[in-house]
């Protein structure tokens, strides 16, 4: 899988667009029988997709397959399937509802994302909001399918159920397996005639509902997908209820304007990140990054400024970005030495962190040497 984790694209040709909601639609692209092993992914992993714009720029962006994955032994997928979701200003969501279609061309990257979950025995649980119910569908068509003493429960919030994204292969799961998937649906600006009343899914919301809707502290894992509000109060109902953070694995959608990241943290290899702790002073005036990228080395000095991706950039264009913005997790790292900054961590988890990754695209330098693997 090194080039899931690594920069590499390859162009491949839309099978299908397929609307979903008035804002939303299905994408499929068609994987050639050569490329099938390259894009084999595990449920709930996302891909990157890359497109050169009028005036010579680049956009990429990250959407989540949202089909059951393919089984250990057979075939890599003849297909690959996202659901894009219109985002104000989003220059290829608006160019995938309103331009793309069957037949055209898109530059892919292999799937990455460590938000997964391999199929085995046991009572599993998501929490999510509209877009997020992409790769949860993965992970949960998936997971049923392949594991009989497997049981699911969805719990996903929604505006209308006119902007629900995925709402007939949700549907499917529960006619196909009914004494093992649960749903639960919220509508946060429309009544349903069964079901919870419409509102939000906040914290204090789900801290009363969910010891109603499943055995809490028998979950094996909970999976939290969507905007930063709903990802982070989900995240602390559970706390609140007792649920052990390792049970606990997130990935935000988007995040909204004025959330509170956790930035400014220094890292050593091996330290945690702490929200809110101020930067060592005496940031070194110049500093050189050394990168380990698909078994080739190189150093280079960081630039005024710089983050330690953009440096890699200059140098090597193949280092894995998607968002830069500290959400996707592609660009993830290994600190081997040295200390850096990281501004935001929307992506990687305690754990992560812990063991010394850092995401390149928010790191600044600390020490005047700093050496990162992207193969680690």
């Not at 877009?131 to 569908?137: A, E, R, Y």
């Not at 953009?310 to 592609?330: I, S």
């Not at 990754?357 to 680690?376: G, I, K, M, N, Y």
Request: charge should be negative; charged fraction near 25%.
């Amino acid at each position: 899988m090194a080039a899931a984790r690594h920069g590499a694209f390859h162009p491949l040709r839309v099978a299908s667009v397929d609307p979903l909601t008035d804002d939303s639609v299905a994408v499929a692209f068609a994987v050639p029988p050569e490329l099938r092993e390259t894009y084999r992914y595990a449920p709930g992993q996302h891909i990157a997709v890359r497109r050169t714009t009028r005036d010579g720029g680049e956009i990429r962006r990250t959407y989540s397959l949202c089909a059951p994955a393919p089984a250990p032994g057979a075939p890599g997928p003849a297909e690959l399937k996202v659901g894009v979701r219109l985002v104000d200003g989003g220059e290829f969501s608006t160019y995938a509802l309103k331009e793309l279609a069957a037949g055209d061309t898109v530059e892919v990257m292999a799937p990455a994302g460590r938000f997964v979950l391999e199929p085995r025995a046991g009572h599993f649980a998501a929490i999510v909001g509209g877009s997020g119910i992409t790769p949860v569908l993965s992970i949960a068509s998936t997971l049923l399918a392949r594991e009989p003493e497997a049981r699911f429960c969805l719990i996903r919030s929604d505006r209308t159920t006119a902007s629900t994204m995925f709402l007939e292969e949700v549907a499917d799961l529960k006619d196909r397996f009914p004494d093992r998937f649960q749903l639960v649906h919220a509508l946060s600006r429309e009544e349903q005639q069964a079901g919870l009343p419409s509102g939000r899914l906040d914290e204090e919301r789900l801290a009363r509902l969910l010891p109603a809707l499943v055995p809490v502290e028998e979950i094996s894992g909970w999976f939290l997908c969507g905007p930063f509000g709903l990802v982070r109060g989900a995240e602390r109902a559970l706390r609140g209820l007792g649920v052990g953070r390792e049970r606990i694995h997130q990935e935000i959608f988007h995040v909204e304007s004025g959330a509170v990241a956790e930035s400014g943290a220094a890292v050593e290899p091996g330290a945690a990140v702490e929200s809110g702790r101020a930067a060592p002073a005496g940031s070194p005036a110049h500093s050189t990054v050394t990168a380990q990228l698909d078994g080739r080395g190189g150093s280079w000095p960081v630039r005024d400024g710089e983050t330690l991706l953009e440096t890699v950039l200059r140098n090597r264009p193949d280092a894995p970005y998607a968002c830069k913005g500290g959400v996707c997790g592609t660009c993830r790292a290994f600190l081997v030495r040295g200390e850096v900054r990281m501004e935001r961590n929307f992506a990687l988890e305690p754990e992560e962190i812990e063991s010394g990754h850092v995401l390149a695209c928010q790191s600044h330098p600390l020490t005047e040497e700093v050496e990162l693997d992207f193969d680690r």
